[in-house]
């Protein structure tokens, strides 16, 4: 398997309950290493920008609403398909379809609110990743 990394966001709702270290420790427990790591505070035009492709989607606004409605840790992730994996540690976007074990089933109070972000292929976590580090702000 491949070494390689992928974007997290550990979103506004999970900052505000204060569950951030939760949240690491599963992403730590499944192998994968937090390589770079900041606390931010989204602007509307960053929110709007990272998540432009659901720009036409009915659910957008209130997307990009919660988004900037509190802060968030945006980090990057390495492992071994560190892309997939991180997906299957955090569950199905609806937490209701969500497996048990996964940080969704188990933190994320709704679909909107769902604790965590992660890339959804390679391609995407490079351009996420660029987004927002600077190549020396990640230490592998
Ligand atoms: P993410 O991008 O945040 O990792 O989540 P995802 O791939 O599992 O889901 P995606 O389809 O990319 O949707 C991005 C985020 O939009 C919110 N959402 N709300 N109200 C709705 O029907 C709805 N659908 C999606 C969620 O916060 C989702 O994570
Ligand atoms: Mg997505």
Same mark, same amino acid.
């Given at each position: 398997?491949? *070494? ?9 709702? $999970?900052? @505000? ?21 900041? @606390?931010?505070?989204?602007? @509307? ?5 990272? =998540? ?5 989607? !009915? /659910? /957008?606004?209130?997307? +990009? ?8 840790? +945006?980090?990057?992730?390495?492992? #071994?398909? $560190?892309?997939?994996? =991180? @997906?299957? +540690?955090? !569950? ?8 048990? !074990?996964?940080?969704?089933? #188990? ?8 604790? *965590? ?14 987004? /927002? /580090? ?7």
């Amino acid at each position: 398997m491949a *070494v390689e990394r992928t974007f997290s966001i550990i979103k506004p709702d $999970a900052t @505000r309950r204060n569950i951030t270290g939760k949240i690491i420790d599963r992403i730590e427990s499944a192998g994968l290493k937090v390589v770079a790591s900041k @606390r931010i505070h989204m602007s @509307r035009a960053q929110a709007e920008e990272f =998540y432009g492709v659901h720009r036409e989607r !009915g /659910f /957008f606004g209130e997307l +990009v609403d919660f988004m900037i409605s509190g802060p968030v840790i +945006v980090q990057v992730l390495e492992g #071994d398909n $560190a892309v997939a994996k =991180y @997906r299957d +540690v955090m !569950g199905a976007t609806n937490p209701a379809n969500a497996a048990p !074990g996964t940080i969704r089933k #188990d933190f994320a109070e709704s679909i909107e609110a769902n604790s *965590v972000h992660g890339s959804d292929g390679p391609d995407t976590a490079a351009t996420e990743i660029k987004f /927002f /580090f600077k190549d020396n702000e990640i230490v592998g």
